[in-house]
């Protein structure tokens, strides 16, 4: 695979159950990409220095999932104008809800696009589209692709229709 171009990061590797659909869905695409874990709480300095080089070493946009307090995603964000996608992961006493605040009330001037709780598959796309406004041949991939889920919804309406 050539040189990375997203970044996945999670807080902590039981994030992997959830993160790794993105990286299903990246690998479908044929996106380069690279996982790391990094917590914005036990490992900060590590977490502020991979955002900081992400785009000298060629990434172009980031991926994050973090559970609970869900810091990392804004973290990441403050250290880089790379896209930062955060993915707030369900779990624990509030099942993700209090991943998905932190995550979706960024203080003005740090975005961070917020995604459901445990929403892996659609970072990634989201990822994936993002790529495609300067890769043609992606954006035509991610056509197909939409095509293709469409084709399958309508044989599956068709049945549906045919059983009177």
């Known amino acids: 695979m050539s040189n990375p171009v997203v970044g996945i990061v999670m807080g902590s590797d039981s994030d ?10 990246l690998d ?3 996106i380069s990409y690279e996982v790391r874990v990094l917590s914005a709480h036990r490992t900060p300095l590590a977490a502020a220095n991979y955002a900081q080089e992400a785009e000298g070493r060629g990434l ?3 991926i994050a999932g973090a559970g609970r307090a869900a810091h990392l995603p804004g973290v990441l964000a ?5 896209p930062i996608i955060g993915v ?8 993700g809800v209090d991943a998905l605040y932190a995550i979706v009330q960024m203080p ?7 995604m459901a709780i445990d929403g892996a598959q659609n970072a990634a796309l989201f990822a994936a589209q993002l790529l495609a406004l ?4 992606l954006a035509e991939l991610l056509k197909t692709q939409r095509e293709r889920m469409a084709q399958r919804v309508l044989e599956k309406d068709a049945c ?5």
């Open 16 to 25: 992997w159950d959830v993160m790794q659909k993105a990286v299903g869905i």
């Open 28 to 30: 479908d695409l044929k």
């Open 60 to 62: 172009k946009v980031i």
């Open 78 to 82: 403050s250290y880089t104008l790379l």
């Open 88 to 95: 707030p992961i369900g779990g624990g006493p509030l099942s």
């Open 108 to 114: 003005p001037g740090i975005p961070v696009a917020a």
């Open 134 to 137: 300067h890769d043609p041949e």
């Open 160 to 164: 549906f229709q045919s059983r009177g």
